[in-house]
């Protein structure tokens, strides 16, 4: 992320979310199918899109966790996604529905699991040790989206 702009580098998440994908593949493939797995249907996610951190937010340094259920149709798309993050103020509560249902709607899901309802978790926290990982994923799914304090850089014009 570039401190000034406050944009994001796709070449900077890039390796952490394929280190996901790949902790979601070998996840599955242990074979460590329990209720919570069966439960939140991570199995289904063929990737998942990060959300991110909405800036209204994280300018005001409000971390939260987020409950995403996500409702998919016969053929595995997205059919609706509920959204719940105990936060103060109506602002930051559809901050945080718009950019995870964003990040939901781009992702894509197994043809196997039409019909499904797949339940994440995200993690938003304020990242003050710039030495900790951007994202990191616990399952069967959680995942946590980090972000550094947020930079406000005045515009200068010359008149």
Known sequence: MNRISGRRDWRVGAPVIAGLLLAIALYRASGQAGSAESLSNIECLDRLEIPDYPPLPR?????GT???KVFLSEHAAVLAVESSIPARGAATQKAFK???EKAVKKSRFSKTCGGKT???V????????ENKSLFAFEPP???WIR???FYVTPEVSVK
């Open 59 to 63: 300018a005001a340094s409000i971390q």
């Open 66 to 68: 987020q409950a995403v």
């Open 98 to 100: 718009e950019s995870a």
């Open 118 to 120: 797949i339940a994440l």
């Open 122 to 129: 995200f993690h938003y926290e304020i990242r003050e040790d």
């Open 141 to 143: 799914n959680h995942f």
């Open 147 to 149: 972000a550094g304090p």
